[in-house]
């Protein structure tokens, strides 16, 4: 029997073709379902479906932008949020990628503190709204401190998990070298939890502005949160429309950000569905 003689019943197999995709396909592809919704948004509003009371047309967000941007108030409310926000993510990061390195490289930090924090990380964030009032009051602090809390635990979790697949020999091998423990953190075990590190980093963003909304909750008098209480009192939907589309770019620039890091630090990845 030849070698290109198939066993009756049996399939020739076909060799997958991977077909390189340009740029501008993908982004195109990608804008797809974003414009299918604005269409859709744009003919409610022009036939009737939508009234204003309901939700404002995307002419009239629009009209709210430039009102919002031409006075100030939407500059100053970005500025306020991403303050507020990147200062809850960083303190967050670094919370969680400390503890994060401390119970997946050592031993003794793994039953000091895993279990303790795995219970934490199962309290909901916005459950501690009332508790940060009573021990911050109303202040920048709790809302900063709120951030930092949902924005902890995720890029625990993916750390401890990288730091522990970290290839054991691999390790051994640097230590008969004679490579001390932080050296080993730092040039061995954190590039290879890259990966893991940087799905916590997108988890982490993604929370940010969601604690965010949550935070602005707290009797804010400044930032995209405050621009939304205002709007709901005087029942402006499309102000209300401009504030909750911001939070939802805010939360794709994040996404974006994350995948350009993984591009420029992990090159060697086939981006998701090259191969379908």
């Excluded at 050592?106 to 895993?114: C, I, P, S, V």
């Excluded at 911050?136 to 990288?162: D, H, Q, R, W």
């Excluded at 909750?217 to 930032?223: K, M, Q, Y």
Aim: charged fraction near 15%.
């Amino acid at each position: 029997m030849s070698d290109t003689t198939l066993h009756p019943g049996l399939v020739r197999p076909r060799p997958q073709r991977l077909g390189a995709r340009s740029r501008t396909y993908s982004v195109t592809v990608r804008a797809l379902g974003p414009l299918a919704l604005l269409a859709l948004w744009w003919a409610a509003a022009a036939t009737g479906l939508l009234t204003p009371d309901v939700l404002a047309s995307p002419a009239e967000v629009l009209r709210a932008v430039g009102e919002l941007w031409g006075s100030g108030q939407l500059s100053d409310a970005l500025t306020t949020s991403l303050t507020r926000s990147g200062l809850g993510l960083l303190i967050g990061l670094a919370a969680g990628l400390t503890l994060g390195i401390t119970t997946g490289f050592t031993r003794l930090g793994d039953e000091l503190l895993d279990s303790s924090l795995q219970t934490l990380r199962t309290i909901p964030f916005l459950s501690l709204v009332p508790l940060f009032m009573v021990w911050f009051g109303i202040n920048e602090t709790a809302k900063i401190l709120l951030i930092a809390v949902a924005t902890t635990f995720p890029m625990y979790v993916s750390t401890s998990s990288g730091v522990r697949n970290t290839d054991p020999k691999l390790i051994e091998a640097m230590r008969s070298f004679g490579m001390g423990r932080l050296a080993l953190v730092r040039e061995v075990v954190l590039p290879g939890a890259l990966p893991s590190l940087l799905a916590g980093l997108r988890l982490s963003m993604t929370l940010s502005v969601i604690a965010l909304i949550a935070a602005e909750e707290i009797n804010a008098t400044a930032g995209i949160g405050y621009l939304m209480s205002q709007a709901q009192s005087y029942a402006r939907t499309d102000i209300l429309a401009v504030c909750i589309l911001v939070y939802g770019l805010l939360g794709l620039t994040a996404d974006i950000v994350v995948r350009l890091l993984e591009r420029v630090l992990m090159p060697w990845r086939t981006p998701q569905g090259a191969a379908r």
